[in-house]
C-alpha cells in the first residue's frame, strides 16, 4: 500500500517561491504517475500537475504554466512541485496524489493514493 507524506508548506508573499516535496513509501514508486492537486476553502479539489512514472512528460494546469515545475527522483522516492512567483490565489492545501501506472490524467477520481495535504499561504 502506498503511502506519501507531503512537506515544504508555508507563509510566503507574493512573488515568492516554495518547493513542495512528496515522499512515497510501501511500493514501487516508479510504476505510479505522480501529481499535485489543491483545495481551497470552499472550493473543490483541482488539478495542479501531473508527471509520468519516468518524469518523460509532465501536463499542468493553466494558471500555473509557466510558475509551477513538477519533477521526480525515483531513486528518492520523491516528486517535488517547485512553484514560483506565487499569487494570493494559489493559497490552498496542497495535495500529492499517485495513480498506478496510470495516464496523465486530471481527474482526481482516478487517483489511489493520496497524502494528508500540506497548507500553502501566499500573502499579498
Known amino acids: 500500500q502506498l503511502q506519501l507524506v507531503e512537506s515544504g508548506g508555508g507563509l510566503v508573499q507574493a512573488g515568492g517561491s516554495l518547493r513542495l516535496s512528496c515522499a512515497a513509501s510501501g511500493g514501487m514508486f516508479s510504476s505510479y504517475a505522480m501529481a499535485w492537486f489543491r483545495q481551497a476553502p470552499g472550493k473543490e479539489r483541482e488539478f495542479v500537475a501531473v508527471?509520468?512514472?519516468?518524469?518523460?512528460?509532465?501536463v499542468y494546469e493553466d494558471s500555473v504554466k509557466g510558475r509551477f515545475t513538477i519533477s521526480r527522483d525515483n531513486a528518492k522516492n520523491t516528486v517535488y512541485l517547485q512553484m514560483n512567483s506565487l499569487k494570493p490565489e494559489d493559497t490552498a492545501v496542497y495535495y500529492c496524489?499517485?495513480?498506478?501506472?496510470?495516464?496523465?490524467?486530471?481527474?482526481?477520481?482516478?487517483?489511489?493514493?493520496w497524502g494528508q495535504g500540506t497548507q500553502v499561504t501566499v500573502s499579498s
Open positions: 508527471i509520468e512514472w519516468s518524469g518523460g512528460s509532465t
Open positions: 496524489a499517485a495513480r498506478y501506472r496510470g495516464s496523465l490524467g486530471s481527474n482526481p477520481r482516478s487517483y489511489g493514493y
